[in-house]
């Protein structure tokens, strides 16, 4: 997974990055210290996921996902409690609190991972058929199923394939 951290704390951009290199499942492809920062680094860097703050001068958190077109998948990490339910309500995959636990860490990264797999699945080849699959045949008055993986050859006749 591609993120990116957003907070405007050096320390914990630094924590939180010294807990992802546990997983190889995550590339950390940049930080950003604001929400003007995040939105640049967003549009370059194109990750799947963030780890972003909410309380940031400027801009926070939740102003950042407004002004995206296109929103990642996003893990909260904050010192607070109270901004919980209102993460939830921009569809966040998970709300981790600081200092971040590395057991919470972990099953959010297993939620992420789960959550780009079936995005992917979703916008993979829509209705393909696999050699699992079977296909109707009709000869005259007979009628029966084929597994694709019995045919070798197709031939287009008119309206008809053969």
């Avoid at 405007?8 to 940049?30: F, N, P």
């Avoid at 409690?81 to 971040?100: S, T, V």
């Avoid at 008055?141 to 394939?161: H, K, N, P």
Wanted: glycine content about 4%; proline content about 3%; charged content about 25%.
């Amino acid at each position: 997974m591609k993120a990116l951290i957003i907070d405007d704390s050096q320390l914990a951009r630094q924590e939180l990055k010294h807990l992802l290199k546990a997983s190889a499942d995550v590339q950390v492809l940049g930080e950003a210290q604001s929400g003007e920062e995040a939105l640049e680094k967003i549009a370059e860097l194109k990750p799947e996921l963030l780890f972003l703050d909410i309380q940031m001068p400027g801009m926070d958190g939740f102003e950042l996902l407004q002004a995206l077109e296109d929103v990642p998948q996003v893990i909260f990490t904050t010192a607070f409690d109270h901004y919980a339910m209102k993460a939830f309500d921009h569809n966040a995959l998970d709300y981790l609190q600081k200092p971040i636990n590395e057991d919470r860490l972990s099953l959010a990264l297993e939620k992420a991972a789960s959550k780009l797999r079936a995005q992917n699945e979703e916008s993979g080849p829509k209705n393909t058929l696999s050699l699992h699959n079977q296909v109707f045949v009709k000869d005259g008055e007979q009628c029966w199923f084929v597994s694709l993986a019995d045919i070798r050859v197709l031939e287009i006749m008119g309206s008809y394939t053969r």
